[in-house]
């Protein structure tokens, strides 16, 4: 099968490479540099994870590449909200367009309606990405082992971190345990492989015991059953990624508050 996490890093160096010519780096830096002087301090997603009793991360997810259109309609003003009212410990807004229906618009329009952290999930391969992030209101940025190298990942953390932003660090595979000794505030353990798409979350299960300690763990995709939450807790995890699972519901709000209330 075509690896399609190749293909979406391709045409993310394109689209990056097109958003500089419409804001200019030091154009960005600049707004961004102005924010910070202001002020504006990020929300600790690591922390709110560790101190919610569910942990649970609701995604504004419309669209995947696996199976297309989840929920197009969805909008930026209402789910977000109604995620945070119904016990979401954390956001995740999709912002890649092209694969997943997203856009940093969503982040924006949903910032100043929450109050819980809100990770910008993207495929972040430039410190560009990073500033946007800090510009748009995001809280936390999403890094990716498998397409970035070690030191590529120490160089984007260390200025997330300048930026007042934290980082997931997400891993899939085996291979990759060894970028979770690097400075990140959160380390997640993919159960879908990127490049085919296939979902187990036995993944989780089975890399829980190489990570450090000390780190907040969070478990990503596939997850639709409370029972799996309570295992992935007593394992050591914290955060629950969950999107499609409440998105392709009539009303994921109340998706997630039927949810909770059987864990």
């Given amino acids: 099968m075509k690896d399609v996490l190749e293909e979406i890093v391709a045409h993310k160096r394109i689209e990056v490479a097109g958003q500089k010519e419409q804001v200019p780096a030091r154009q960005l830096y600049a707004i961004v540099e102005k924010m910070m002087d202001d002020g504006v301090e990020g929300r600790s997603m690591s922390k709110a994870l560790s101190e919610d009793a569910y942990g649970i991360i609701a995604e504004f997810k419309r669209k995947s590449p696996s199976k297309g259109w989840i929920k197009e309609e969805g909008r930026p003003e209402v789910i977000p909200p109604s995620y945070q009212q119904n016990g979401a410990a954390a956001l995740s807004i999709l912002t890649d367009e092209e694969y997943f229906g997203g856009s940093m618009d969503f982040v924006r329009t949903a910032r100043p309606l929450v109050s819980i952290p809100i990770l910008r999930k993207d495929f972040i391969i430039d410190e560009y990405q990073l500033f946007q992030a800090r510009q748009i209101g995001a809280d936390a ?19 997330a971190h300048e930026l007042k932003l934290e980082v997931l660090l997400e891993m899939h595979s085996p291979q990759e345990l060894d970028y979770a000794e690097l400075d990140v505030d959160m380390l997640g353990i993919n159960n879908r492989n990127l490049g085919t798409f296939h979902t187990d979350v036995q993944n989780s299960f089975d890399m829980i015991a190489r990570l450090p300690e000390d780190k907040v763990k969070v478990s990503e995709s596939g997850i639709g059953q409370p029972e799996t939450i309570k295992l992935l807790r007593a394992a050591g995890y914290r955060g629950f990624l969950m999107g499609e699972h409440f998105m392709k519901q009539a009303d994921p709000g109340q998706a997630l508050a039927g949810f909770i209330a059987q864990l």
């Fill in 141 to 159: 940025v999403l890094l990716i082992a498998a397409d970035l190298k070690k030191q590529e990942v120490k160089s984007l953390t260390a200025l």
